[in-house]
């Protein structure tokens, strides 16, 4: 149900019904007023509301008033006053007040903010759904074959579910795909190094054969200079293959390889049989860290390299023979205005690259899928490369569905992980951190302390056995990098620091969860049956009451902005608020201690449904919420 706005005889803007956002209800009735005032060239203004700061200057603050004002000559509040004549919110609040320059606060009826409460109350915790029937592709985790997943993985895998996630609470179909690097040039390097050393290919492990994937690397190398350069950039095993040789030795491991990528192309069955070994391999080490991540993935998920292999040359053809590519010194290239540097499609022996591959994903997510939203979540120092290719895509006809949809294709680069020296996260011996250590870390951590915090005589976790309280500290390790990486602007660089990271006060991932558990610790002791609250009036006459009320009830709008402009720190910002303001509730208006036991059932429903947004919004984030901690 809406708030219907209806025209009053006397022509002043009025609610006939109270059953929906009251922003919303207030955003029209303001849009409308402004018209009435200004004239319909004024038609689509935004009237600014915004929450109020200080609970004294009402709930919301509509700032319309000083913009409009300036540009159109009239003094702020007497504008502001006008608006305030020209409509009737008494439906939802106290008459309006004018104040400073010319702000408009409200402060809404407890009424109407009771009724938001009982509305969101369902199942849907007042969030809007999207109904676009295109799936939306997430390009998520991109790891390598014959490589550990090291920290830019970890964070490309837990941003891309978060985001997936974010997008299906909405009602989206979300493909999440895996970008696996698992063709070409270095791939064959390493397959030609460990069959020529006879290598029993089934009983490696990760480690193993990380250390070849180096060696086959190092004994092709062959341009120091150019190769530290690639390193030190970490542009990727891609870009390594690329580069020219100039030494002999590397020149003859590079031919044999090169002989070895021919024969895969070709299905060779020994070859095949091998490259698959590789790729289990590796994918054996990165679903175990995936399971300690919360994120289900598993083959499905793979749309690596390889898959679109065969795809390539039909891809080179429609820039050719559309005109969209032209030959450089043998090689051919899209070449955008305004860019220094064209992009490379086929090299001049002929090869594809990685580029080419992100083309013909591009196409098969539109063309074959049907998405028309691509979002890949990759390292900031790719963004030229997703410029690039989003640019040609669309040359080529793939920024349009089959169905005529525009697509929508994002990068979202995100920042790397520093080590306390401010420099890209290293071991003491200087090797890049991998992925499983910094989780193996992350839960030894969450369980030191969850055990050490179970020893207090008056911790909730005292007789819980190890089992349990192991998996509790796990959920808070993990719990804690997952935090810590989705809390901040994702572009930006963050230093790892565990010890900030696991602290159950601050902005932190436990400390939402110990919220989370207080809330269920509180439902658990409290004296009353559920049939008991579960449906009672709430009551919002205490402003601790009140405050928590109106946050709750910007949940619906914290998940629409995370899905809208791809940020799942709006949903981070939210939850450490609410958790606040839930604090400060919990502290001033006693539960188990209520004066009467209508106030206790409203309170105790309102804790319920501060428990519920905060489940909700932490599985949001694919964050574990034990009940107990
Ligand atoms: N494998 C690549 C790397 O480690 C990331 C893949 C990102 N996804 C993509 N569609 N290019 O750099």
Same mark, same amino acid.
């Given at each position: 149900?809406?708030?219907?706005?209806?025209?009053?005889?006397?022509?002043?803007?009025?609610l006939?019904?109270?059953?929906?956002?009251?922003?919303?209800?207030?955003?029209?009735?303001?849009?409308?007023?402004?018209?009435?005032?200004?004239?319909d060239e004024?038609?689509?203004?935004?009237?600014?509301?915004?929450?109020?700061?200080?609970?004294?200057?009402?709930?919301?603050?509509?700032?319309?008033?000083?913009?409009?004002?300036? /540009?159109?000559?009239?003094?702020?509040?007497?504008?502001?006053?006008?608006l305030?004549?020209?409509?009737?919110?008494?439906?939802?609040? !106290?008459? =309006?007040?004018?104040?400073?320059?010319?702000?408009?606060?409200?402060?809404?009826k407890?009424?109407?903010?009771?009724?938001?409460?009982?509305?969101?109350?369902?199942?849907?915790?007042?969030i809007?759904?999207?109904?676009?029937? %295109? =799936?939306?592709?997430?390009?998520?985790?991109?790891?390598?074959?014959?490589?550990?997943? %090291?920290?830019?993985?970890?964070?490309?895998?837990?941003?891309?579910?978060?985001?997936?996630?974010?997008?299906?609470?909405?009602?989206?179909?979300?493909?999440?795909?895996?970008h696996?690097?698992?063709?070409?040039?270095p791939?064959?390097?390493?397959?030609?190094?460990?069959?020529?050393?006879?290598?029993?290919?089934?009983?490696?492990?990760?480690?193993?054969?990380?250390?070849?994937?180096r060696?086959?690397?190092?004994?092709a190398?062959?341009?120091?200079?150019?190769?530290?350069?690639v390193?030190e950039?970490?542009?990727?095993? %891609?870009r390594?293959?690329?580069?020219?040789?100039?030494?002999?030795?590397?020149?003859?491991?590079?031919?044999?390889?090169?002989?070895?990528?021919?024969?895969?192309?070709?299905?060779?069955?020994?070859?095949v049989?091998?490259? !698959?070994? &590789?790729? #289990?391999?590796?994918?054996?080490?990165?679903?175990?860290? &995936?399971?300690?991540l919360?994120?289900?993935m598993?083959?499905?998920?793979?749309?690596? #390299?390889?898959?679109?292999?065969?795809?390539?040359?039909?891809?080179?053809d429609?820039?050719?023979?559309?005109?969209?590519?032209? #030959?450089?010194?043998?090689?051919?290239?899209?070449?955008?205005?305004?860019?220094?540097?064209?992009?490379?499609?086929r /090299?001049?022996?002929?090869?594809?690259?990685?580029?080419?591959?992100?083309?013909?994903?591009?196409?098969?997510?539109?063309? %074959?899928?049907?998405?028309d939203?691509?979002?890949?979540?990759?390292?900031?120092?790719?963004?030229d490369?997703?410029?690039?290719?989003?640019?040609?895509?669309?040359?080529?006809?793939?920024? @349009? @569905?089959?169905?005529?949809h525009?697509?929508?294709?994002?990068?979202?680069?995100?920042?790397? +992980?520093?080590?306390?020296?401010? /420099?890209?996260?290293?071991?003491?011996?200087?090797?890049?951190?991998t992925?499983?250590?910094?989780?193996?870390?992350?839960?030894?951590?969450?369980?030191?302390?969850?055990?050490?915090?179970s020893?207090? !005589?008056r911790?909730?976790?005292?007789?819980l056995?190890?089992? @349990?309280?192991?998996?509790?500290?796990?959920? +808070?390790?993990?719990?804690?990098?997952?935090?810590?990486?989705?809390?901040?602007?994702?572009?930006?660089?963050?230093?790892?620091?565990?010890?900030?990271?696991?602290?159950?006060?601050?902005?932190?991932?436990?400390?939402?969860?110990?919220?989370?558990?207080?809330?269920?610790?509180?439902?658990?002791?409290?004296?009353?049956?559920?049939?008991?609250?579960?449906?009672?009036?709430?009551?919002?006459?205490?402003?601790?009451?009140?405050?928590?009320?109106l946050? $709750?009830?910007?949940?619906?709008?914290?998940?629409?902005?995370?899905?809208?402009?791809l940020?799942?720190?709006?949903?981070?910002?939210?939850?450490?608020?609410?958790?606040?303001?839930?604090?400060?509730f919990?502290?001033?208006?006693?539960?188990?201690?209520? =004066?009467? /036991?209508?106030?206790?059932?409203?309170?105790?429903?309102?804790?319920?449904? @501060?428990?519920?947004?905060?489940?909700?919004? $932490?599985?949001l984030?694919?964050?574990?919420?034990?009940?107990?901690?």
């Amino acid at each position: 149900m809406n708030w219907l706005i209806a025209c009053s005889t006397d022509g002043k803007r009025t609610l006939e019904t109270t059953h929906s956002h009251p922003v919303a209800a207030l955003h029209g009735l303001f849009a409308d007023a402004i018209v009435n005032v200004l004239g319909d060239e004024y038609s689509g203004t935004d009237p600014v509301i915004r929450a109020s700061r200080n609970p004294e200057f009402g709930d919301f603050q509509v700032n319309a008033a000083m913009g409009l004002g300036k /540009k159109t000559g009239t003094p702020p509040r007497d504008l502001a006053q006008q608006l305030v004549d020209a409509l009737d919110v008494s439906a939802i609040a !106290e008459p =309006p007040d004018i104040a400073g320059p010319g702000f408009i606060n409200i402060r809404l009826k407890t009424n109407a903010l009771i009724a938001t409460l009982e509305a969101m109350s369902g199942d849907g915790l007042g969030i809007s759904m999207e109904h676009d029937l %295109h =799936p939306v592709v997430i390009d998520l985790c991109g790891v390598n074959v014959a490589k550990q997943m %090291h920290v830019g993985h970890l964070r490309s895998t837990i941003i891309g579910d978060a985001l997936g996630r974010i997008l299906e609470r909405r009602g989206r179909t979300v493909l999440r795909e895996n970008h696996l690097g698992d063709w070409g040039l270095p791939i064959a390097m390493v397959l030609r190094r460990l069959l020529d050393d006879g290598v029993d290919l089934d009983s490696l492990d990760l480690t193993d054969l990380d250390a070849a994937y180096r060696a086959a690397q190092a004994s092709a190398r062959s341009d120091d200079r150019g190769m530290a350069i690639v390193e030190e950039r970490r542009i990727g095993p %891609h870009r390594v293959a690329e580069m020219n040789v100039v030494d002999e030795d590397a020149r003859a491991s590079r031919a044999a390889a090169g002989e070895t990528l021919v024969q895969l192309q070709q299905g060779d069955p020994d070859l095949v049989a091998a490259w !698959e070994k &590789l790729i #289990e391999c590796t994918m054996r080490a990165v679903y175990e860290s &995936l399971d300690l991540l919360n994120v289900s993935m598993d083959a499905s998920n793979n749309r690596g #390299e390889s898959f679109y292999r065969k795809h390539l040359p039909e891809v080179v053809d429609a820039f050719e023979s559309g005109g969209m590519a032209s #030959e450089d010194a043998g090689a051919l290239v899209v070449r955008f205005d305004g860019r220094d540097r064209p992009m490379l499609i086929r /090299k001049s022996d002929g090869g594809f690259l990685y580029a080419t591959t992100d083309l013909a994903a591009v196409r098969n997510r539109v063309v %074959h899928e049907n998405a028309d939203r691509l979002i890949y979540v990759v390292d900031a120092r790719q963004r030229d490369h997703f410029r690039d290719v989003f640019d040609a895509a669309r040359l080529a006809g793939w920024g @349009t @569905t089959p169905d005529g949809h525009d697509v929508d294709m994002v990068h979202i680069p995100f920042g790397s +992980v520093l080590g306390a020296d401010k /420099k890209p996260l290293k071991t003491r011996s200087g090797e890049n951190v991998t992925l499983a250590s910094l989780l193996g870390e992350a839960i030894d951590r969450g369980r030191a302390e969850v055990h050490r915090r179970s020893e207090d !005589e008056r911790s909730p976790t005292r007789d819980l056995d190890k089992k @349990t309280l192991d998996a509790i500290g796990r959920a +808070v390790g993990i719990g804690a990098v997952k935090y810590a990486d989705l809390s901040n602007d994702l572009v930006r660089d963050y230093v790892f620091d565990m010890d900030r990271m696991i602290a159950f006060e601050g902005d932190t991932g436990p400390y939402l969860q110990y919220a989370h558990a207080r809330m269920c610790s509180i439902l658990r002791k409290v004296d009353l049956n559920r049939e008991e609250w579960v449906e009672a009036p709430f009551l919002l006459d205490e402003p601790a009451e009140r405050a928590l009320a109106l946050r $709750l009830m910007q949940w619906g709008d914290a998940v629409e902005g995370a899905s809208i402009h791809l940020e799942p720190h709006r949903i981070c910002a939210f939850l450490h608020e609410l958790s606040e303001d839930f604090n400060g509730f919990y502290q001033q208006c006693p539960v188990r201690q209520a =004066p009467e /036991k209508s106030i206790q059932s409203a309170r105790v429903r309102l804790c319920d449904l @501060t428990r519920r947004v905060l489940a909700d919004g $932490l599985d949001l984030l694919g964050i574990d919420a034990p009940d107990t901690m």
